[in-house]
Nanobody, 117 residues
Framework: QVQLVESGGGLVQAGGSLRLSCAVS????????MAWYRQAPGKQRELVAG???????NYAESVLGRFTISRDNAKNTVYLRMNNLKPEDTAVYYC???????????WGQGTQVTVSS
């Protein structure tokens, strides 16, 4: 059974940094895409950053220049380095991984990030 375990969330002051990690275990499929999403209270879940095969990355405009996504394929782990955090970054952050087939789409349980002003 595929499991995604996230870690690294917490409470930080504005301007601070955090690094989120998401480790994939139990996978019997080749991971193609890895991504981080977030959902703030009362808002829809939104894509924060994604990384595809070949380390091709994309970011939400609101985090461009502040967040960096990376992956370690040997460890089946995706990271999100978040710098210069702002109160509007407060949300539950979820990792998502996809394989090469449509049914291979998995989510983590979420990790809370709270940025105080």
């Amino acid at each position: 059974q595929v499991q995604l375990v996230e870690s690294g969330g917490g409470l930080v002051q504005a301007g601070g940094s955090l690094r989120l990690s998401c480790a994939v275990s139990g996978s019997t499929f080749a991971i193609k895409n890895m991504a981080w999403y977030r959902q703030a209270p009362g808002k829809q879940r939104e894509l924060v950053a994604g990384i595809r095969i070949g380390d091709i990355t994309n970011y939400a405009e609101s985090v461009l220049g502040r967040f960096t996504i990376s992956r370690d394929n040997a460890k089946n782990t995706v990271y999100l380095r978040m710098n210069n955090l702002k109160p509007e970054d407060t949300a539950v952050y979820y990792c998502n991984v996809q394989g090469w087939f449509g049914h291979e789409d998995y989510w983590g349980q979420g990790t809370q990030v709270t940025v105080s002003s």
